[in-house]
């Protein structure tokens, strides 16, 4: 199972930072991506990270501002996220998959962790 956390509500401009934590299963030869999907919006790529940690990809919209990294001795993934604007308000998933290519696709990811709110107000 994956089990993301940290989200909450937070004023633009701050910063929260999320993890994804696997419990059942490790997380070594997998990329991890970050999903986030607003209401009345469709599923969106944030970021995505090999096992290794060597290649991450992110979307333009955090390009900067995001930044995803992992720890594997604790088999979680983590997404901080600075200078937060309104629109990065959503329920923010993480998912894994097997391999080493940086999909940004939801439907190229096998498992998923259930989401984490993340408010930010203007």
């Known amino acids: 199972q994956l089990q993301a956390s940290g989200g909450g509500l937070v004023q633009a401009g701050g910063s929260l930072r999320l993890s994804c934590a696997a419990s059942?299963?490790?997380?070594?030869?997998?990329?991890v991506g970050w999903f986030r999907q607003a209401p009345g919006t469709e599923r969106e790529f944030v970021a995505a990270?090999?096992?290794?940690?060597?290649?991450?990809t992110y979307a333009n919209s955090v390009k900067g501002r995001f930044t995803i990294s992992r720890d594997n001795a604790k088999n979680t993934v983590n997404l901080q996220m600075n200078s937060l604007k309104p629109d990065d308000t959503a329920v923010y998933y993480c998912?894994?998959?097997?391999?080493?290519?940086?999909?940004?696709?939801?439907?190229?990811?096998?498992?998923w962790g259930q989401g984490t709110q993340v408010t930010v107000s203007s």
């Open positions: 998912a894994v998959r097997s391999g080493t290519f940086l999909y940004t696709v939801g439907r190229n990811y096998d498992y």
């Open positions: 059942g299963r490790t997380l070594s030869s997998s990329v």
């Open positions: 990270i090999t096992w290794s940690g060597d290649r991450t």
